[in-house]
């Protein structure tokens, strides 16, 4: 069969290529995370560089990715989303390596109910979360993200971080957010460190990263540039 007749980029099935990087948080266990019914390989970060990327539905960024060595080969980068490749991007986006991409922002702890993360648009990615507790760890607030990045315009917002600090000012945005390329595909960013750390062992329901992924490839979220958000 011919991969144009194949109903995704990986083949019969979705295919997501994990880029691990020196400190990649539980590296080794990523795998076990991704749905049975995907395909999953791991590659280093840097082999991205003179890899074909032509049967991969999803590239998943660590929080410790290399962003200046991404920047480097952003071209590459791009044509891979305008080609309907899809970006999970975890982390504190310093250097943009994406068109679409913008630097992240810290938010004040005090009051810490700035670090509470909040439903903006959650849609088929958080809809099914418990936003009392699914961002906790061990109770603890933080842990999840301390700041948000501005999304771009047409960008779905999820979940918010932030609100009023010390001087007044009120200082919050997007922890996480969705935007899709017109033409292309679409780019997942959580501005902390791991999103699948979170409410996402494969054993039990709700599963974030489950929904962050099929939401990614099976939604229409967020809407095509031209079409009606509602």
């Given at each position: 069969?011919?991969?144009?007749?194949?109903?995704?980029?990986?083949?019969?099935?979705?295919?997501?290529?994990?880029?691990?990087?020196?400190?990649?948080?539980?590296?080794?266990?990523?795998?076990?995370?991704?749905?049975?019914?995907?395909?999953?390989?791991?590659?280093d970060i840097y082999a991205l560089e003179?890899?074909?990327?032509?049967?991969?539905?999803?590239?998943?960024?660590?929080?410790?990715?290399?962003?200046?060595?991404?920047?480097?080969?952003?071209?590459?980068?791009?044509?891979?989303?305008?080609?309907?490749?899809?970006?999970?991007?975890?982390?504190?986006?310093?250097?943009?390596?994406?068109?679409?991409?913008?630097?992240?922002?810290?938010?004040?702890?005090?009051?810490?109910?700035?670090?509470?993360?909040?439903?903006?648009?959650?849609?088929?990615?958080?809809?099914?979360?418990?936003?009392?507790?699914?961002?906790?760890?061990?109770?603890?607030?933080?842990?999840?993200?301390?700041?948000?990045?501005?999304?771009?315009?047409?960008?779905?917002?999820?979940?918010?971080?932030?609100?009023?600090?010390?001087?007044?000012?009120?200082?919050?945005?997007?922890?996480?957010?969705?935007?899709?390329?017109?033409?292309?595909?679409?780019?997942?960013?959580?501005?902390?460190?791991?999103?699948?750390?979170?409410?996402?062992?494969?054993?039990?329901?709700?599963?974030?990263?489950?929904?962050?992924?099929?939401?990614?490839?099976?939604?229409?979220?967020?809407?095509?540039?031209?079409?009606?958000?509602?």
């Amino acid at each position: 069969m011919d991969r144009a007749d194949l109903p995704f980029r990986g083949g019969d099935r979705p295919h997501l290529l994990y880029l691990r990087s020196t400190r990649s948080y539980n590296k080794d266990r990523i795998g076990g995370l991704v749905p049975q019914n995907w395909r999953y390989s791991a590659a280093d970060i840097y082999a991205l560089e003179d890899r074909d990327l032509g049967d991969v539905d999803v590239l998943y960024f660590t929080g410790m990715h290399d962003q200046v060595f991404l920047k480097s080969i952003e071209p590459k980068l791009v044509a891979y989303l305008g080609a309907g490749g899809n970006f999970i991007i975890n982390g504190h986006i310093i250097r943009p390596w994406l068109p679409c991409l913008s630097t992240f922002r810290a938010v004040s702890p005090k009051p810490y109910t700035n670090w509470m993360i909040r439903p903006a648009q959650p849609g088929a990615y958080f809809g099914r979360m418990d936003f009392e507790n699914f961002h906790r760890h061990e109770g603890i607030l933080g842990q999840y993200a301390r700041g948000y990045s501005p999304a771009p315009a047409g960008a779905q917002w999820l979940c918010m971080i932030g609100g009023p600090g010390p001087d007044g000012d009120n200082n919050e945005g997007p922890v996480d957010w969705v935007w899709r390329m017109p033409g292309g595909g679409k780019v997942f960013v959580h501005n902390g460190d791991h999103v699948e750390a979170f409410c996402s062992d494969p054993r039990t329901q709700p599963n974030l990263l489950h929904d962050i992924l099929n939401a990614l490839l099976f939604s229409t979220e967020p809407a095509a540039a031209g079409d009606n958000a509602g």
